[in-house]
């Protein structure tokens, strides 16, 4: 009987550990990939809300990237000639005139306010002031914290080093969009300093409406809103 020793062959093993994780701008690509399927009733564009608290703040990139998405979007279009088409019904802007033209004319205006106030109010300042555009949705606390807090949000901004400021993009780019369109409202309807302060004070009064509904109605009727988890910071 022959007893063979038993050969052990050690081999050594060179364990690597990959770490694989996205940077701060890819998730925040990701981020803005939901926030681009987000409509509501889904039909119209509810781009600029964020349902993660957390969320990762956009590049300057990012910020004009959809700011153009949804100034092209085709909701946007039409919103904008339904406007126009009230206005010339209840003659609104009388130098513009009736007709073809009054209604063109009108449409343009319309959607310059449109375009101006989102690349201004939600790309140009905020890529400057390093603001973040998008509305927060909060979901959490009693009905009258989230009251003030939707309220609130028209005039402060969480910055994007993640700290709560004075929303000045959105109040300086409502005076900067309605001075811009003294540049071709008719004559009549230009009151300079007047027009540009009242166009202003109803941008941050719409944003504050527009913010109320946002924080208690819309949620629920825009089908790819993402789950949300309070629970998660």
């Known amino acids: 009987m022959f007893l063979v020793p038993q050969i052990a ?18 998730v925040a690509e990701e981020q803005i990939k939901v926030e681009e399927t987000q409509r509501v009733l889904g039909i119209v564009p509810n ?82 002031l390093k603001q973040d555009p998008r509305f927060f949705y909060k979901a959490t606390g009693s009905f009258r914290s989230r009251f003030l807090y939707a309220l609130a949000a028209s005039v402060i901004c969480k910055g994007d080093n993640g700290r709560w400021q004075p929303n000045y993009s959105n109040i300086l780019g409502n005076l900067a969009s309605g001075g811009i369109s003294n540049l071709y409202y008719p004559d009549q309807d230009r009151n300079g300093a007047s027009l540009t302060l009242e166009n202003g004070a109803i941008g941050v009064a719409s944003g504050a409406v527009a913010n109320l509904l946002q924080e208690f109605v819309i949620r629920r009727l825009t089908p790819k809103a993402p789950p949300t988890d309070p629970a998660k910071p």
């Open 47 to 128: 781009f600029y809300v964020s349902y993660t608290p957390n969320a990762a703040p956009l590049t300057s990139t990012q910020k004009f990237k959809l700011a153009w998405r949804t100034s092209i979007d085709p909701v946007t279009f039409v919103i904008v000639g339904a406007a126009a088409g009230v206005e010339q019904a209840q003659n609104h802007f009388r130098g513009y005139g009736q007709g073809t033209e009054g209604y063109a004319k009108r449409y343009g205006a319309g959607y310059a306010d449109t375009f101006s106030g989102i690349f201004i109010g939600g790309a140009i300042l905020p890529s400057l």
């Open 9 to 26: 062959l050690t081999v050594a093993a060179n364990v690597s550990e990959v770490n694989v994780g996205l940077s701060r701008v890819e």
